[in-house]
Each structure stands twice: as structure tokens, then as C-alpha cells.
């Protein structure tokens, strides 16, 4: 039996000999679909520029992503602790999150202008959604017969959160938490490409505007690369910190 380990890369691998293979069998032009060696030849060839931006979209997607965590776990909890504040703002926020953020980014250039902070604010408001959901549902599913133990034994309600309320809602974190980072990913992005300069979004779209396609599909890999690596890190902080939930 294959290691769970080896398997990715092995699909990943075989996954790329055929993409290779489909380029060179039907001669498919290079400005169409680049074939991953030449996409290689084009990391290597051009790593400083290329760096140089993914640090940038790291930068603002893990700023933005910081928001969404701190605005998504207060948020989550008022929702999921008070049946009110639940009936107030669940419709508003599921209308909100309906909107297109990409629509959002010619108003946010409006308000802060071209650069960093769209870029920031968009991976914020794409990301917050899941993060508030999965807090507030981690939240209602705390059984009645536990609260109720709780408050047998004199407990307030700030200790029934913090002794029940918050260790339930941990799985239900972390599985928002992968979700919105690949989300803050896809903010980052849309925004560099239509307003920023720098930034992977910006470098694909420049190169784009030039038939340059193998460094459009290495900022693509790159961004891949980077949202892989970020997940990863939080799944291993998931299982240190969640060990009780996980079977086997």
C-alpha cells in the first residue's frame, strides 16, 4: 500500500508527465498552454521578479487573512451565543457574501486608491464568511445537557463559553481556517490583477498583456505552492490542538 505521504506526490507528478505529454503530442503552441518544463525553465530563469511578488501577495493575504480570523471569531461567537444577534445579521451577512468581491474592488480603489490595501481588504471579505459560520455552528451544537451541567454547578455564562463553548468550536476553526486561507488567496489575487502594482495578480497580468504565458502559469504555480504550504501548516497546528476530536 502506498504512504499517504508519497501519494500526493505522485499524483502530482503524473499529473504533470501528462500535461507534458498532451502539450508535445498535439504540438500545442506555447502561448496556449505552456508544458510544466518550460513553466520550470521560467521559475528558474526569472525567480528574483517572481519572488518578489509572491512575498508581496503573501504579505497581504496573510494580513488579510489575520482580519478575517479576529473579525470571524468575535463575530461567530455573538452569533452563535445570542439567538437575537443571530436573527439580526445572518441575513445581512449572507446577503453580503452573495455580492461578488471582485465587484468590490473598483469601490475599494475609490476609498484607498491602488495598491496594498484593496488587495488586503479583499482577501478579508472573501475569507471572514466560512470563519464566522463554522464558529457560530460549533457554537449551537454544544449539547443543552452540557450547558445545563455547567450551570448546575454555579458556572456563568462567560465560564460555560470559555470551559465548553470554545473547545467545541475548534474543529469547526480549523475547518473554516482551511478553507478561508485558499479563499484570502483567491482575494489577494483577483485584486492584484485589477488594481494593485505588485503582487503575483499584477505580475500575471502584465505578463499576460505581453504573450508572456509561462510566467502567467508560474505565478499560477506559485500561488499554488504558497496556499498548499499554508494549509498544510494549519492542518499540523489542527491536529496538535485538536487531537481529542480526530478518530483513530
Known amino acids: 500500500m502506498l ?3 508519497v501519494l500526493p506526490w505522485l ?3 503524473g499529473t504533470f508527465l501528462l500535461w507534458e505529454g498532451v502539450v508535445h503530442g498535439f504540438a500545442i503552441k506555447t502561448f496556449i498552454l505552456p508544458p510544466p518544463s518550460l513553466i520550470a525553465t521560467t521559475l528558474a530563469a526569472q525567480w528574483e521578479p517572481i519572488l518578489q511578488h509572491s512575498l508581496q501577495t503573501l504579505m497581504t493575504t496573510l494580513v488579510g487573512l489575520a482580519l478575517a480570523v479576529g473579525f470571524g471569531v468575535v463575530l461567530g461567537l455573538a452569533v452563535g451565543a445570542s439567538e437575537k444577534v443571530y436573527a439580526g445579521l445572518y441575513p445581512l451577512m449572507v446577503a453580503f457574501n452573495s455580492i461578488p ?4 474592488v473598483p469601490i475599494l480603489v475609490i476609498w484607498f486608491g491602488i495598491g496594498t490595501v484593496p488587495a488586503i481588504l479583499t482577501a478579508f471579505l472573501i475569507s471572514f464568511f466560512p470563519i ?3 464558529i457560530a455552528t460549533g457554537l449551537a451544537t454544544v449539547e443543552p445537557e452540557l450547558n445545563d451541567l455547567m ?4 458556572a456563568s455564562r462567560l465560564t460555560v463559553l470559555r470551559k465548553v463553548g470554545l473547545p467545541r468550536t475548534l474543529p469547526y476553526f ?3 481556517l482551511k478553507v478561508a486561507v485558499t479563499l484570502a ?3 489577494s489575487v483577483i485584486s492584484e490583477t485589477v488594481a494593485a502594482n505588485a503582487g503575483v495578480g499584477y505580475m500575471m497580468m502584465v505578463a499576460g498583456s505581453r504573450f508572456e504565458v509561462p510566467l502567467v502559469f508560474a505565478g499560477l504555480v506559485v500561488v499554488g505552492a504558497m496556499g498548499i504550504v499554508l494549509y498544510q501548516a494549519f492542518e499540523w ?8 476530536a480526530s478518530r483513530g
Open 3 to 5: 504512504n499517504r505521504r
Open 11 to 13: 499524483v502530482t507528478l
Open 101 to 104: 468581491k471582485v465587484a468590490l
Open 132 to 134: 464566522v459560520v463554522n
Open 151 to 154: 450551570r448546575s454547578l454555579g
Open 174 to 176: 480549523f475547518a473554516a
Open 185 to 187: 488567496f483567491v482575494g
Open 237 to 244: 497546528l489542527e491536529r496538535r490542538l485538536t487531537f481529542w
